[in-house]
């Protein structure tokens, strides 16, 4: 069986990664999953500054999933090109930069620093963070996306990326895949960040989980699931040329599996890494293996985007 993945000019040995804001805010946490089993690296989606972030608790996990309202907290912007700068790309892990500038300045003065750098790294901007209390996620603003994005690719001539909140009405789909069509550099679309703004109760305490916003955080983990799937397929279906990242629930390599019969070239692992820690990788991917091998799968793409319909 051959898990490997070939895009964007990159080789993957296989299609799993960390997701933004896992296991990679420093870079002894980027190290544990570059030595991992993991085939590329993604970084905490940063700012220009560092930030601590929220107040804590501000993370939980339950027996479904996960809630956070980080309020992310980053090592900034420079942290993160040095790592960039001394990152070992020869040895065929790629590096995806995350960043998640406060304005749209902040992704243009980023972006336009990172284009002067010329690393083989590309970015993925964050247009998706629901956790910054009085700021609407941009991902839910079509008209600005557009601009957005428009001002970007001004000052970004590379391949670059986003991430993507989750979206629930086919209209959205529709007008989101518009604005994304419109950009020829944006070659992938990552789906999807943390289903915004749920609420989680202990009810021996009788409490919320998190400090922040009164306990409203970004959910993860098994709770986002079928939004995640539905939004990988439909973006697969609605942005020909382009690649879909899957990114949402993925426990074992049955998840994997569907992200990837939905469309997904590669995927993404947060909530599942979180709780695990960076053996999840070869578990995942021992599972996806031998359930390739029962079904008489050679490689991804033999059922990659084959999803039947009814
Ligand atoms: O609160 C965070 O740091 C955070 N949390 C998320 O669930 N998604 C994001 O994109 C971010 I930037």
Redesign the pocket.
């Known amino acids: 069986v051959d898990l490997s993945v070939s895009w964007l000019g990159l080789a993957m040995a296989n299609p799993l990664y960390n997701a933004?804001?896992v296991m990679c805010r420093s870079v002894a946490e980027l190290e544990q999953v570059r030595t991992s089993a993991a085939a590329a690296v993604i970084t905490k989606?940063c700012t220009p500054q560092p930030r601590t972030?929220?107040p804590e608790p501000r993370y939980c996990a339950t027996a479904l999933g996960s809630i956070?309202?980080?309020?992310?907290?980053n090592a900034g912007y420079p942290y993160y090109l040095d790592y960039a700068r001394s990152y070992p790309y020869a040895a065929g892990k790629p590096l995806f930069l995350s960043l998640?500038g406060m304005t749209l300045q902040e992704n243009l003065d980023m972006l336009s620093d990172l284009a002067a750098a010329q690393l083989p790294c590309l970015p993925e901007v964050?247009l998706?963070?629901?956790?910054l209390p009085g700021k609407p996620q941009l991902g839910y603003d079509f008209q600005a996306c557009h601009e957005a994005l428009t001002q970007m690719a001004r000052v970004y001539h590379g391949p670059f990326g986003v991430?993507l909140p989750p979206y629930f009405d086919p209209v959205h789909f529709a007008r989101m895949a518009a604005v994304l069509n419109a950009f020829p550099a944006l070659r992938f679309v990552t789906c999807i960040?943390?289903i915004g703004n749920g609420l989680v109760i202990d009810v021996d305490r009788e409490s919320v989980v998190i400090k922040p916003k009164d306990g409203l955080g970004?959910l993860?983990g098994s709770y986002v699931l079928p939004t995640a799937l539905a939004n990988v397929r439909e973006f697969y279906r609605l942005l020909p040329g382009k690649h879909v990242v899957g990114c949402g629930g993925i426990n074992s390599g049955r998840e994997a599996f569907m992200h990837i019969l939905a469309g997904a070239t590669a995927v993404q692992i947060g909530t599942c890494l979180y709780e695990e820690g960076e053996g999840a990788f070869a578990r995942i991917l021992d599972e996806l293996r031998a359930l390739m091998a029962h079904k008489g799968y050679q490689r991804l793409d033999d059922f990659r985007g084959k999803l039947k319909t009814l």
């Open positions: 933004s804001g989606s972030g929220n956070n309202s980080m309020g992310l907290p998640s964050n998706s963070c629901p956790n991430k960040n943390s970004g993860g």
